[in-house]
């Protein structure tokens, strides 16, 4: 009989397997992208051939790769622009970092236009949101501004004139062009349908550019061991960008899968499944496009996912609401007609699609489920379909998520803007009783529905430890004295692990990754100490030394 010999042997290791099967191993052998074996090192060592090569951990931990469950690479570059105002509270700082960027672009530099992003709703408490409150500092130039949501952009006043923007306009969704009493636009525009008015103003990148941008971001993803991602936006454009990235056959050139030998060559540094995002009122003729981009896949990608809204962030009033915040608002759906929310998502699943939808507030999460059970919960891949972000669940709704086995993907750092006393936008609106109802992802665990973890970006951190850190402690990394947001709804090391691989994987509909077992994807991450023992505060320091996709080492430390 043949003998099967190993591409490599990893040896010497604390193997984290997340299979309850097999726990843990010291070492793991890998032939043509795939786990073969996962056991003792004096065991794998019999698949030792003359070519495989063994490499000597000395005594690192495999866990592994991580996945993040939901993140924007691609349309993060339109939006993460110019400033990053990350951490930025105070008005006057943030006016002054206005008006040095608009002296750099004076020449010409980043078109003319000043941009930044990440800005902090805090910033506006004392600030008006407006147009003449930025317009000291940043006029002549035009200026847009993107809130760190992603859902609410600041512009000034000759950005709105450059673009049009002379009053209020109707929309299929719930966007918003904010006017004062007069009808004039302040310069708040609420959702992607009015923002994007200025952003087609705006300065663009070219084709190279664009995949320049897009293939640093997720090749840095693997710095803090990631191997693969989510990407909840989208259009046919974004399937061809990826494919370009890939640089292997699509389906159709290549049949309904890839190999393993295609993927070891993929351009792409991280396994990605990519939605296309279906928006209010598109026609039947976008729709007809979209729904014919089910099965399109390359190496180290694929599509067979449609992203949905449901609502908008509570922060402003667009979340939608069993009952209304505190300033009357959120009484709205995302789309004008609620009812055509329910046909698109009968019309995908119907298709074969996976489905994820947007849906931060309650009554968002409920008629979501409302739809899907209507619609049928899985997926023609046998994947159940996804509910992400839920900020605020009512306890009915979490119970029919663990009944019918829909997904809640959740983004446990997102707490980060919140404030002890309850004084941030988010904890204000709803008020401290159902602020005390945020981010519930031990009682989603507890009560059996499925969990996914991931960033958001560039809403939130890429560096996947301050995810699993935040998970755990529901409080800032590295500040013990930080607040803790509900403690009950701490994770365990484990669970927060579980909620970056196998269960991140099983989101997506797919059973050879998230786990070390034989037959799975060699996606690996050897971690110089084990994340499950180290402090969640010590977390963002635990070095990755490698990480690996299709069996490949595609990151190194020494190498970085």
């Known amino acids: 009989m043949h003998q099967v010999f190993a591409d490599t042997i990893l040896v010497g290791a604390r193997v984290i397997t997340m299979n309850p099967r097999q ?36 005594g690192a931990c495999i866990t592994p790769g991580l996945i993040d469950a939901h993140m924007h690479p691609i349309q993060g570059i339109e939006l993460a622009v110019g400033i990053d105002f990350g951490g930025v509270r105070d008005p006057e700082v943030f006016l002054a970092m206005l008006r040095a960027e608009a002296d750099r672009v004076a020449d010409g530099a980043s078109g003319g236009w000043v941009r930044g992003w990440n800005v902090d709703y805090d910033v506006f408490s004392t600030l008006p949101m407006t147009a003449a409150a930025i317009d000291e500092a940043t006029s002549p130039a035009p200026a847009f501004l993107m809130c760190f949501d992603g859902h609410t952009a600041l512009a000034n006043t000759e950005a709105l004139r450059r673009s049009g923007i002379t009053g209020a306009r109707s929309f299929g969704d719930t966007s918003e062009i904010v006017v004062d009493e007069r009808g004039v636009p302040t310069g708040c525009l609420r959702e992607d349908s009015a923002f994007d008015l200025v952003l087609r103003t705006a300065p663009e990148y070219t084709r190279d550019e664009t995949l320049e941008r897009v293939r640093g971001i997720l090749g840095g993803l693997s710095a803090s061991g990631i191997t693969g991602g989510c990407i909840m936006d989208g259009n046919p454009g974004t399937l061809d960008l990826l494919d370009e990235l890939d640089g292997a056959a699509s389906a159709a050139d ?33 729709t007809e496009r979209y729904l014919a981009q089910r099965d399109r896949r390359g190496a180290r990608w694929r599509g067979g996912l449609v992203k949905l809204f449901n609502d908008g962030v509570i922060d ?10 505190t300033h009357g608002d959120g009484n709205a759906s995302f789309w004008a007609d609620p009812d055509e929310f329910e046909r698109v998502v009968a019309r995908y699943a119907a298709a074969g699609f996976q489905i994820a939808t947007h849906a931060i507030g309650d009554r968002a999460i409920g008629t979501t489920i409302d739809a899907y059970l209507k619609a049928g919960v899985h997926s023609r891949r046998g994947a159940p379909h996804r ?42 609106r709803l008020g401290p ?53 509900e403690p009950d709804q701490v994770l365990t090391p484990y669970e ?17 990754l998230g786990v070390i077992a034989p037959g799975y994807r060699a996606d690996l991450v050897v971690w110089e100490d084990s994340p499950l023992d180290v402090s969640a505060d010590d977390l963002l320091n635990l070095p990755v030394r490698t990480t690996i996709v299709d069996g490949q080492p595609l990151y190194a430390a020494s190498a970085a």
């Open 496 to 512: 927060a692990l579980q909620g970056y691989t196998v269960w991140a994987a099983q989101a997506q509909g797919d059973h050879d």
């Open 23 to 58: 726990p843990s191993a010291e070492a793991v052998a890998i032939r043509g992208g795939r786990i073969i074996a996962v056991g003792d090192a004096t065991t794998l060592m019999e698949l030792r051939g003359p070519g495989t090569r063994v490499d000597d951990l000395h």
């Open 433 to 485: 009783e159902r602020a005390a109802l945020g981010w519930r992802v031990r009682d989603m665990i507890d009560a059996g529905a499925p969990v996914a973890l991931g960033s958001d970006w560039p809403v939130a951190q890429t560096d996947a430890r301050i995810g699993l850190a935040w998970a755990r402690l529901r409080r800032e990394p590295g500040n013990p004295d930080a607040p803790v947001f």
């Open 254 to 286: 290549a049949g309904p899968a890839a190999s393993d030998a295609q993927a070891a060559v993929s351009g792409l540094p991280v396994r990605i499944v990519s939605a296309m995002a279906h928006n209010p009122g598109y026609d039947e003729e976008r």
């Open 316 to 325: 402003t009033g667009t979340g939608w609401l069993y009952e209304p915040d």
């Open 387 to 428: 509910i992400e972000h839920l900020e605020l669940l009512a306890d009915r709704d979490l119970a029919r998520l663990a009944q019918y086995g829909i997904t809640a993907s959740v983004q446990p750092l997102h707490m980060q803007w919140r404030k002890a006393d309850g004084s941030d936008f988010w904890a204000e």
